[in-house]
C-alpha cells in the first residue's frame, strides 16, 4: 500500500475558529491516509500545529456582517489576490474549502482558469440563504461533502452531488477538564450555580452581545445568591469590564459549556456544542442593523440555531436583534437553572439532536473521499 502513496499538495481554507477546528482535524485524517500530504493556505492555531504553511491567520479573517465586510473589502481583496498568486505559484493537487462561503466560493470562481479540482467541506447553508449560490457549485466545486442529515437530499435534488459524512460533533471527545477539575480551578462550590457566558468568537460579536450579556448576568446575580458566571473566552478577542466578578475559562471553553448549569449563547457552532453536551441553553444574536436588516429579508430558515434547524421545530429559545433584550434573556433563562419542565424537555430535545448526527468517524471518511478524488484525478 504505501508504494502507491505519492507526495500531494493541498491548499486549505478556513476563516474562522470553528473551521480551524474542523480543518486540523481533516488534516490529521489526512496525513494518516497519506503522510505525504501537504498543507499550504489559511487558517488558524490547530491547523498551524498539524504542519499548515499558514498565509493569513483566522483571527485576521473572522469578518461577519454585511456592512463589516464592506468595512474589510480592501484587506479581504489583498488576501485573495495573495492567495490567488500563491495557487499559481504553488499549482497544489487539489483545494479544501472549509465553509466561510462568502471568501470561499469567490476564490473557488477565480480558480476556474487554474484547472485545479476544488472540496468542499462544510457545505454553505443554501438552505437557508442565498440558494442562487448553488450555480457556483454547478460551475466550481468538483465534490461536496455535507455534515447535516438533511443536505445531501437538498444538494441533490438541485443538480449538486454531494456526500453526507455525518458531523463532527458525533466524535464526543473526552473532556480535558472534569467537573471537579473545573470547580477547583475557579473556586467554586458544587452547590454553586454556573452561567456560562459564550458571548462569540469574533471580536465584532463581543461588542455586539457584550453589554446585554453582562447586564442579563447581573439582573440574575441580584436573584440568585450562589449563581457564578463565568465566560468561554476564544482565542484573538478582547473582552470589556465588568461591574460583577465574571471568571474567565480560555484554556478549556468546552469545559465551561460541558459544567454550567446552563449557558447563554451568541448563535453559531457554540449552539450545538452545548447540546451536544447536554447544557441547557438560551440562543441569542445581534448584527449590527444594517447587517440584520439585509439578514431577515434574505434568511429563509425558520430558525437560527443549528439545534432547532437539525430538530425541525423549536426546543431552544431564540432571541434575535431587538428581541435580544435583559428581560426576555433574563426570563427565559430563570427556570433552565432549577429542574424545570422546561429544563427536562429542552434536554429530552438535545437527545434526539444527538442521535441524528450520525455515526463517528467523520473526519476519516472525509479525508478517504477527498483522497480518493484526488488520486483519481
Given at each position: 500500500m504505501k508504494d502507491k502513496?505519492?507526495?500531494?499538495?493541498?491548499?486549505?481554507?478556513?476563516?474562522?475558529?470553528?473551521?480551524?477546528?474542523?480543518?486540523?482535524?481533516?488534516?490529521?485524517?489526512?496525513?494518516?491516509?497519506?503522510?505525504?500530504?501537504?498543507?499550504?493556505?489559511?487558517?488558524?492555531?490547530?491547523?498551524?500545529?498539524?504542519?499548515?504553511?499558514?498565509?493569513?491567520?483566522?483571527?485576521?479573517?473572522?469578518?461577519?456582517?454585511?456592512?463589516?465586510?464592506?468595512?474589510?473589502?480592501?484587506?479581504?481583496?489583498?488576501?485573495?489576490?495573495?492567495?490567488?498568486?500563491?495557487?499559481?505559484?504553488?499549482?497544489?493537487?487539489?483545494?479544501?474549502?472549509?465553509?466561510?462561503?462568502?471568501?470561499?466560493?469567490?476564490?473557488?470562481?477565480?480558480?476556474?482558469?487554474?484547472?485545479?479540482?476544488?472540496?468542499?467541506?462544510?457545505?454553505?447553508?443554501?438552505?437557508?440563504?442565498?440558494?442562487?449560490?448553488?450555480?457556483?457549485?454547478?460551475?466550481?466545486?468538483?465534490?461536496?461533502?455535507?455534515?447535516?442529515?438533511?443536505?445531501?437530499?437538498?444538494?441533490?435534488?438541485?443538480?449538486?452531488?454531494?456526500?453526507?459524512?455525518?458531523?463532527?460533533?458525533?466524535?464526543?471527545?473526552?473532556?480535558?477538564t472534569n467537573k471537579l477539575?473545573?470547580?477547583?480551578?475557579?473556586?467554586?462550590?458544587?452547590?454553586?450555580?454556573?452561567?456560562?457566558?459564550?458571548?462569540?468568537?469574533?471580536?465584532?460579536?463581543?461588542?455586539?452581545?457584550?453589554?446585554v450579556f453582562i447586564e442579563?448576568?447581573?439582573?440574575?446575580?441580584?436573584?440568585?445568591?450562589?449563581?457564578?458566571?463565568?465566560?468561554?473566552?476564544?482565542?484573538?478577542?478582547?473582552?470589556?469590564?465588568?461591574?460583577?466578578?465574571?471568571?474567565?475559562?480560555?484554556?478549556?471553553?468546552?469545559?465551561?459549556?460541558?459544567?454550567?448549569?446552563?449557558?447563554?449563547?451568541?448563535?453559531?457552532?457554540?449552539?450545538?456544542?452545548?447540546?451536544?453536551?447536554?447544557?441547557?441553553?438560551?440562543?441569542?444574536?445581534?448584527?449590527?442593523?444594517?447587517?440584520?436588516?439585509?439578514?431577515?429579508?434574505?434568511?429563509?430558515?425558520?430558525?437560527?440555531?443549528?439545534?432547532?434547524?437539525?430538530?425541525?421545530?423549536?426546543?431552544?429559545?431564540?432571541?434575535?436583534?431587538?428581541?435580544?433584550?435583559?428581560?426576555?434573556?433574563?426570563?427565559?433563562?430563570?427556570?433552565?437553572?432549577?429542574?424545570?419542565?422546561?429544563?427536562?424537555?429542552?434536554?429530552?430535545?438535545?437527545?434526539?439532536?444527538?442521535?441524528?448526527?450520525?455515526?463517528?468517524?467523520?473526519?476519516?471518511?472525509?479525508?478517504?473521499?477527498?483522497?480518493?478524488?484526488?488520486?483519481?484525478?
Amino acid at each position: 500500500m504505501k508504494d502507491k502513496l505519492k507526495k500531494t499538495t493541498f491548499f486549505i481554507v478556513a476563516g474562522e475558529s470553528s473551521g480551524d477546528l474542523h480543518g486540523a482535524k481533516l488534516m490529521r485524517a489526512m496525513k494518516k491516509n497519506n503522510p505525504l500530504s501537504s498543507f499550504v493556505g489559511l487558517g488558524g492555531d490547530g491547523m498551524v500545529a498539524e504542519g499548515l504553511d499558514k498565509m493569513y491567520h483566522t483571527d485576521e479573517l473572522a469578518i461577519m456582517g454585511f456592512s463589516e465586510v464592506v468595512k474589510h473589502l480592501p484587506f479581504m481583496l489583498n488576501v485573495m489576490g495573495e492567495s490567488l498568486g500563491r495557487l499559481r505559484q504553488l499549482r497544489p493537487d487539489r483545494i479544501i474549502l472549509i465553509d466561510y462561503p462568502g471568501f470561499n466560493l469567490r476564490l473557488a470562481k477565480n480558480c476556474q482558469r487554474l484547472n485545479i479540482p476544488i472540496s468542499y467541506f462544510i457545505l454553505p447553508q443554501l438552505w437557508a440563504w442565498k440558494e442562487n449560490r448553488i450555480k457556483s457549485f454547478h460551475k466550481y466545486i468538483d465534490q461536496s461533502l455535507c455534515i447535516f442529515p438533511f443536505e445531501q437530499g437538498w444538494f441533490e435534488s438541485r443538480g449538486v452531488s454531494a456526500n453526507y459524512v455525518g458531523h463532527p460533533f458525533s466524535e464526543i471527545e473526552k473532556l480535558k477538564t472534569n467537573k471537579l477539575q473545573f470547580l477547583n480551578k475557579h473556586d467554586l462550590k458544587k452547590t454553586d450555580k454556573i452561567l456560562t457566558l459564550l458571548p462569540g468568537s469574533r471580536q465584532q460579536e463581543i461588542d455586539h452581545h457584550w453589554p446585554v450579556f453582562i447586564e442579563t448576568a447581573q439582573a440574575l446575580c441580584q436573584d440568585i445568591p450562589n449563581l457564578k458566571v463565568i465566560v468561554g473566552k476564544s482565542s484573538g478577542v478582547s473582552l470589556p469590564g465588568s461591574r460583577i466578578e465574571i471568571l474567565i475559562e480560555k484554556d478549556d471553553v468546552r469545559a465551561a459549556m460541558a459544567h454550567g448549569t446552563v449557558a447563554l449563547t451568541a448563535s453559531g457552532t457554540a449552539t450545538l456544542e452545548c447540546a451536544v453536551l447536554d447544557t441547557p441553553e438560551i440562543v441569542c444574536y445581534k448584527m449590527s442593523s444594517l447587517s440584520g436588516f439585509i439578514a431577515k429579508r434574505l434568511n429563509k430558515s425558520p430558525f437560527a440555531a443549528m439545534v432547532n434547524i437539525i430538530a425541525g421545530r423549536k426546543i431552544v429559545p431564540e432571541f434575535l436583534q431587538n428581541d435580544m433584550t435583559v428581560n426576555n434573556l433574563v426570563g427565559a433563562i430563570k427556570p433552565l437553572l432549577k429542574n424545570s419542565q422546561k429544563r427536562r424537555t429542552m434536554l429530552k430535545g438535545f437527545d434526539e439532536v444527538r442521535r441524528s448526527l450520525g455515526l463517528p468517524g467523520v473526519y476519516d471518511r472525509a479525508a478517504t473521499l477527498i483522497l480518493k478524488r484526488t488520486n483519481n484525478g
